[in-house]
């Protein structure tokens, strides 16, 4: 009988090691993000994705160590990832809208509520922010229309910032 004692003492360390980085992660994404004045949702995001990078890591490492060949788990990745690219290729506008709306969660000052205005010259789009997804940004105008807009049109028209939403009974008091 072949024992694994080797491999279950490094399993054991990844998953320390692993529980330790979700705790870090945590923690420094909270404060970020009360640094920052990020919203639940992009918060749980960023949640999701830092996940998503730890659990890659730590399921590739826990490959290794228990003897996957290092040039067949290569081979895999790659294959996985060239079928990736091929296919969000063929589908150049999906690729270009989670980039944008990559941009526009992390670098873009615009959050939900945002009082905004895209630029156009043939359509007046101004209105409230509701949403930003993975491909659309959802807005109601100021005409009460309710519009969803691609993400990565938003990046390329330009968009102008023109304040808070401010509720109905602010609006009352603030005059």
Not at 50 to 64: E, R, T
């Given at each position: 009988?072949?024992?694994?004692?080797?491999?279950?003492?490094?399993?054991?360390?990844?998953?320390?090691?692993?529980?330790?980085?979700?705790?870090?992660?945590?923690?420094?994404?909270?404060?970020?993000?009360?640094?920052?004045?990020?919203?639940?949702?992009r918060?749980?995001?960023?949640?999701?994705?830092?996940?998503?990078?730890?659990?890659?890591?730590?399921?590739?490492?826990?490959?290794?160590?228990?003897?996957?060949?290092?040039?067949?788990?290569?081979?895999?990745?790659?294959?996985?990832?060239?079928?990736?690219g091929?296919?969000?290729?063929?589908?150049?506008?999906?690729?270009?809208?989670?980039?944008?709306?990559?941009?526009?969660?992390?670098?873009?000052?615009?959050?939900?509520?945002?009082?905004?205005?895209?630029?156009?010259?043939?359509?007046?789009?101004?209105?409230?922010?509701?949403?930003?997804?993975?491909?659309?940004?959802?807005?109601?105008?100021?005409?009460?229309?309710?519009?969803?807009?691609?993400?990565?049109?938003?990046?390329?028209?330009?968009?102008?910032?023109?304040?808070?939403?401010?509720?109905?009974?602010?609006?009352?008091?603030?005059?």
């Amino acid at each position: 009988m072949v024992t694994f004692k080797q491999e279950l003492l490094y399993t054991v360390i990844l998953t320390m090691v692993v529980l330790i980085l979700i705790i870090i992660t945590k923690r420094a994404i909270r404060k970020f993000s009360f640094v920052r004045a990020i919203e639940v949702n992009r918060r749980k995001v960023i949640f999701y994705l830092s996940y998503f990078l730890i659990y890659g890591f730590a399921g590739s490492s826990l490959a290794i160590i228990w003897g996957v060949d290092l040039k067949q788990f290569t081979v895999f990745i790659s294959s996985i990832l060239a079928v990736l690219g091929v296919g969000f290729f063929a589908q150049w506008s999906i690729l270009s809208n989670l980039t944008a709306s990559v941009i526009l969660f992390f670098s873009h000052p615009i959050r939900l509520g945002d009082r905004v205005r895209i630029m156009d010259k043939d359509f007046d789009w101004t209105g409230e922010v509701k949403d930003i997804t993975g491909f659309y940004l959802f807005m109601k105008t100021d005409s009460g229309k309710n519009i969803t807009l691609p993400t990565s049109l938003v990046i390329q028209k330009g968009i102008e910032i023109l304040g808070k939403t401010l509720p109905p009974e602010e609006e009352e008091n603030y005059d």
